[in-house]
């Protein structure tokens, strides 16, 4: 029974001795995976802080533009006033201009009237009459008014 208990024992004891040398073995794979996972965790929280600091940039940079916003609109509403300007005085212009036109109108129905037979007059305050009443029968701009149709008309309102 001896032999068989030596051989029980050598048996368990190899047995042991198996699993402790696997658990040895493993010991370096542990190590290896648990600086692979230090290694990766540390990587995570570089990630981690280069994340932060670029919220960071980002949050600043949309304040600027939340501030730029109102001056913005501000400039943008100063241009539409420019433009109101522009336009009111452009207006002011037509306006002077076709003014001067009715001035003439009337101007020449009255020199009409006392200069019929002078046909060198006759001839301006016609084309001036041929203009105004062009210009009561549609709305002709003051601008509209330049071009060859209204120089050198003579009586008989033919162009020459």
């Not at 540390?42 to 670029?54: D, F, H, R, T």
């Not at 002709?140 to 120089?151: E, H, N």
Request: glycine share 2%; aromatic share 6%.
């Amino acid at each position: 029974m001896f032999i068989c208990a030596h051989h029980c024992f050598t048996f368990l004891t190899e047995q042991v001795l198996n699993r402790q040398a696997d658990q040895l073995r493993t010991v370096p794979q542990k190590y290896e995976n648990a600086k692979l996972w230090a290694a990766a965790i540390s990587n995570l929280e570089n990630k981690i802080k280069a994340m932060k600091q670029e919220q960071t940039l980002l949050s600043l940079e949309a304040h600027d533009y939340a501030n730029v916003v109102p001056d913005l609109s501000k400039m943008i509403g100063a241009l539409r006033s420019e433009d109101h300007k522009l336009k009111y005085h452009e207006e002011m212009a037509e306006r002077k201009k076709l003014h001067i036109v009715e001035e003439t109108k009337g101007a020449s129905s009255v020199s009409n009237q006392s200069a019929k037979h002078n046909t060198s007059n006759s001839a301006v305050f016609k084309s001036a009459t041929l203009v105004a009443q062009q210009t009561s029968q549609q709305l002709i701009r003051p601008s509209q008014l330049i071009g060859p149709q209204y120089v050198n008309v003579d009586p008989q309102g033919f162009q020459f």
